[in-house]
């Protein structure tokens, strides 16, 4: 069961046959996308091809056990071959997930990772993953290429937000990744998850390295990152996100990111 959360398990299908992800042989790139109403979540699993996975929507928990972290809509997570990890959406999953032959992971990264996904690499993985099986034409070929290129290229992400350890403090980051707006104070999920507003305090500073107040933060900036490249105003995505405020939204998405919300929709849209 992943995340030994306290939570009841629900593992979901494999995106691809666990036998394609273990092939060493074959098309260099395996692209699956998918959509459904619930959440996704798989158990413990690991494989030999490398795997980029992301949420068109949403947010994705990533757990590989040293490396815990909380993903984007619009970024990816790498994860090379062979590591054990599990993955979790926040309400309905859609997404996708390329699988690399191992022979050619040497250049990409040998750590986890959180990734810009380029609006390229994106639209690539989502071309060859409406494909259907059978023997590869030189068109899909050239189109693996150029997903190989733009994993060369990728860039970390400006922000990762890490996940505690404690199944309690478990519990209560998935409950706000699942509502980034919730307004319960800190004290109430303290008692909401059985703690002590000070062991909750303590705890969390310990797991993650930051304190409660910025974790959550850092969660409702994150969570503001793709609907901000969508065009949402920022005005929306701060009501949204439970600010009283636009002027409180835009204060904190700058302290975390050192830029406006403005300035950041701005730079997307050049990429």
Known sequence: MPWNDGLTPIADAPLIDPVQADAVQGPVVLAVSQRQAAPRRTTWHTHAR???????????????????SLVPAAYAV?????????????GPFEGWSAYIDPAVCGSLPAQPGV??????LRAAIHRLAAWTSG?????????AAVV?????????APLTLPLPRDARLRRIAQALSDD??????????????GLSPRTLSRRFAHETGLSFTAWRTGLRVLRALPWLAEGMPVKTVAWDLG?????????????VMGTTPAAY??????R
């Open 78 to 90: 790498w994860l090379p071959p062979g590591l054990a990890h599990a993955v979790r959406s926040h």
């Open 135 to 143: 023997p590869w034409t030189p068109r899909q070929a050239r189109l």
């Open 180 to 193: 980034p707006g919730c307004e319960r104070r800190s004290d109430q999920w303290a008692r909401w998850a």
């Open 265 to 270: 929709r701005a730079t997307v849209r050049q």
């Open 243 to 255: 600010y009283s405020s636009v002027s409180a939204f835009i204060a904190a998405f700058r302290q």
């Open 115 to 120: 990734f810009h996904a380029s609006a390229l």
């Open 50 to 68: 490398g795997q980029l996975v992301s949420a068109d929507r949403g947010l994705l928990s990533v757990d590989t056990g040293a490396f815990r």
């Open 148 to 156: 190989l290129d733009e994993l060369a290229a990728m860039t970390p």
